[in-house]
């Protein structure tokens, strides 16, 4: 099985700045593309940030600018590096890992999910 550990979450005013970073674990293979969603209340789960395994960076435009990804193979670790923060972009941030396991299956597996709010 894999397991993923997010943090870096919290409280930050407007304009401020904050470090995601979420590191998997256990019956790895290869790591494929890492990503990051959020999900506001009464909202639906959006893909904000993706990286491929080449490294090549995906953003949605509400972040483009603003948010940087980046991955580090060696650790089995996801960054989201987010500047200039909104009061638009509070939610529960979620590190999305696509992960071929040692038996060969691949799975997307999610993280517990990291709270981030942003005061005005």
């Known amino acids: 099985q894999v397991q993923l550990v997010e943090s870096g979450g919290g409280l930050v005013q407007a304009g401020g700045s904050l470090r995601l970073s979420c590191a998997s674990s256990?019956?790895?293979?290869?790591?494929?593309?890492m990503g990051w969603a959020r999900q506001a209340p009464g909202k639906q789960r959006e893909l904000v940030a993706l990286?491929?395994?080449?490294?090549?960076?995906r953003y949605a435009d509400s972040v483009k600018g603003r948010f940087t990804i980046s991955r580090d193979n060696a650790k089995n670790t996801v960054y989201l590096q987010m500047n200039s923060l909104k009061p638009e972009d509070t939610a529960v941030y979620y590190c999305?890992?696509?992960?071929?396991?040692?038996?060969?299956?691949?799975?997307?597996?999610w993280g517990q999910g990291t709270q981030v709010t942003v005061s005005s």
């Open positions: 256990g019956s790895i293979f290869r790591i494929n593309d």
């Open positions: 999305k890992q696509d992960v071929t396991t040692t038996t060969r299956a691949t799975t997307s597996y």
């Open positions: 990286i491929t395994s080449g490294g090549n960076p």
